[in-house]
């Protein structure tokens, strides 16, 4: 379909059969869901086995009982999985609950009101502070800077992760710019992984930026490969030790996508500074992680290689969805102008762009013919995209033939908004 050169009874003729196969779609009454990059049941069953794992027995090898209060850091032998995940030694990783993004709100409050160096180093002291935003980019971060009346601030993101250019000159002109999110490896919803160039020159970011800078580096896919030889993302803790900017750089990961992803572990990594302003905040908030579910999880990842045997699994499940995925995308636009995406080699999301202006209008379309996509918008700060281009597609929750279906839909919709659009004109 190239619309470019159509005449009017062209598009008149298209979007009459479209509007046709769409009330055809309307009929069916379809309940598909894509909205959210959730783990499906197949999933989070090659996780069962951590049911009973312990088998009564409570002792860590080091001889805590994870019945009891206690462990602000939580146990070694769960830090130790968190430092296979993050590549950071286990001495600078604090083991959580179940959600990363818990660990992120609580460093964030922790640097706003209370100041990771002291109370003299608040950021809230410092009146109106901002925030980079590599876009399109994760909605959550957002809402937590929107939370807190953090100033965003878009950063676009290229092949190789956020404009480094974009990104530096902002820092050096603006002092009042505290952090960036990043979500280095298939980027949500980008797939992007982030270059080697982008992680040393992010990593520097703090000898460039104002007192008290902090990149939250999200590494939720660090582990998530779909191809069988993945890019390997540099690690920026080797990175920031390097540039002598250990302080400014705070990452997070977590299981939540790998074993339970309502019960699994989450981590936090920092340098010896910034966990010891965190822990004199987080003593006061608790007095333990459930110690018991780090335990389980250590103990089902205790098999030399467990960790990389677990994921392909994942991965085995998750192909072909990503691929009907983009089947129809190449199948419905491979040969035209009417939508951009990008092809993730891991990770839960795959990005499209439709023409400018026309991603709410498909969202809506799609809605009504009762498939649910995520609200467009929602990758941008304030749900605000200047382009009103992006959608993101999350496909791992439905089974491959609702996937299938669900894309039918999704082009069709595509198709029909973009010709009207035409039509408009």
Same mark, same amino acid.
């Given at each position: 379909?190239?619309?470019?050169?159509?005449?009017?009874?062209?598009?008149?003729?298209?979007?009459?059969?479209?509007?046709?196969?769409?009330?055809?779609?309307?009929?069916?009454?379809?309940?598909?869901?894509?909205?959210?990059?959730?783990?499906?049941?197949?999933?989070?069953?090659?996780?069962?086995?951590?049911?009973?794992?312990?088998?009564?027995?409570?002792?860590?090898?080091?001889?805590?009982?994870?019945?009891?209060?206690?462990?602000?850091?939580?146990?070694?032998?769960?830090?130790?999985?968190?430092?296979?995940?993050?590549?950071?030694?286990?001495?600078?990783?604090?083991?959580?609950?179940?959600?990363?993004?818990?660990?992120?709100?609580?460093?964030?409050?922790?640097?706003?009101?209370?100041?990771?160096?002291?109370?003299?180093?608040?950021?809230?002291?410092?009146?109106?502070?901002?925030?980079?935003?590599?876009?399109?980019?994760?909605?959550?971060?957002?809402?937590?800077?929107?939370?807190?009346?953090?100033?965003?601030?878009?950063?676009?993101?290229?092949?190789?992760?956020?404009?480094?250019?974009?990104?530096?000159?902002?820092?050096?002109?603006?002092?009042?710019?505290?952090?960036?999110?990043?979500?280095?490896?298939?980027?949500?919803?980008?797939?992007?992984?982030?270059?080697?160039?982008?992680?040393?020159?992010?990593?520097?970011?703090?000898?460039?930026?104002?007192?008290?800078?902090?990149?939250?580096?999200?590494?939720?896919?660090?582990?998530?490969?779909?191809?069988?030889?993945?890019?390997?993302?540099?690690?920026?803790?080797?990175?920031?030790?390097?540039?002598?900017? $250990? !302080? /400014?750089? %705070?990452?997070? @990961?977590? =299981?939540?996508?790998?074993?339970?992803?309502?019960?699994?572990?989450?981590? +936090?990594?920092?340098?010896?500074?910034?966990?010891?302003?965190?822990?004199?905040?987080?003593?006061?908030?608790?007095?333990?992680?459930?110690?018991?579910?780090?335990?389980?999880?250590?103990?089902?990842?205790?098999?030399?290689?467990?960790?990389?045997?677990?994921?392909?699994?994942?991965?085995?499940?998750?192909?072909?969805?990503?691929?009907?995925?983009?089947?129809?995308?190449?199948?419905?636009?491979?040969?035209?102008?009417?939508?951009?995406?990008?092809?993730?080699?891991?990770?839960?999301?795959?990005?499209?762009?439709?023409?400018?202006?026309?991603?709410?209008?498909?969202?809506?379309?799609?809605?009504?013919?009762?498939?649910?996509?995520?609200?467009?918008?929602?990758?941008?700060?304030?749900?605000?995209?200047? $382009? !009103? /281009?992006? %959608?993101?597609? @999350?496909? =791992?929750?439905?089974?491959?033939?609702?996937?299938?279906?669900?894309?039918? +839909?999704?082009?069709?919709?595509?198709?029909?908004?973009?010709?009207?659009?035409?039509?408009?004109?």
């Amino acid at each position: 379909m190239q619309l470019a050169n159509a005449s009017q009874e062209q598009l008149n003729q298209w979007e009459q059969s479209l509007s046709a196969e769409y009330d055809a779609i309307k009929a069916k009454g379809l309940s598909l869901d894509l909205t959210r990059g959730k783990p499906s049941a197949e999933q989070l069953s090659l996780s069962d086995a951590l049911d009973g794992i312990l088998q009564q027995n409570y002792i860590t090898d080091s001889g805590v009982d994870a019945r009891n209060y206690g462990g602000l850091e939580g146990i070694a032998e769960a830090r130790a999985l968190g430092e296979q995940l993050m590549g950071v030694p286990s001495s600078n990783i604090i083991a959580g609950g179940n959600s990363s993004l818990t660990l992120m709100y609580q460093l964030m409050t922790t640097a706003y009101f209370f100041g990771l160096e002291g109370a003299d180093s608040a950021w809230q002291k410092e009146g109106e502070i901002k925030f980079l935003c590599p876009v399109p980019g994760y909605d959550r971060h957002f809402s937590i800077c929107e939370q807190l009346g953090i100033e965003m601030v878009n950063v676009p993101m290229t092949s190789n992760g956020p404009d480094m250019d974009a990104v530096e000159a902002l820092l050096r002109a603006d002092s009042s710019i505290k952090g960036m999110w990043c979500v280095p490896k298939y980027s949500n919803p980008t797939g992007v992984i982030y270059s080697d160039e982008t992680v040393k020159r992010i990593a520097a970011l703090g000898s460039i930026a104002g007192k008290g800078f902090r990149v939250f580096w999200d590494n939720a896919y660090a582990v998530h490969d779909l191809s069988e030889n993945p890019i390997k993302l540099l690690s920026i803790w080797d990175a920031a030790q390097a540039a002598g900017t $250990q !302080d /400014s750089v %705070i990452q997070f @990961a977590s =299981t939540s996508k790998i074993t339970h992803a309502g019960a699994g572990v989450a981590f +936090v990594a920092a340098s010896d500074k910034n966990l010891a302003g965190y822990k004199k905040v987080l003593g006061i908030q608790t007095i333990g992680a459930d110690k018991i579910n780090q335990l389980r999880h250590a103990k089902f990842f205790a098999v030399p290689d467990s960790l990389t045997s677990h994921m392909q699994k994942h991965a085995d499940i998750i192909k072909p969805r990503f691929a009907s995925v983009l089947k129809h995308l190449e199948e419905a636009f491979g040969d035209n102008d009417l939508g951009e995406w990008e092809s993730a080699d891991g990770g839960y999301f795959i990005s499209f762009d439709t023409q400018e202006g026309l991603a709410k209008t498909v969202v809506a379309l799609a809605g009504e013919a009762g498939v649910k996509l995520t609200p467009a918008g929602a990758t941008f700060p304030y749900g605000k995209d200047p $382009q !009103d /281009s992006n %959608i993101r597609i @999350a496909p =791992t929750v439905p089974s491959v033939e609702q996937v299938d279906e669900a894309m039918n +839909v999704f082009v069709t919709c595509v198709k029909l908004a973009t010709v009207r659009k035409a039509l408009s004109k």
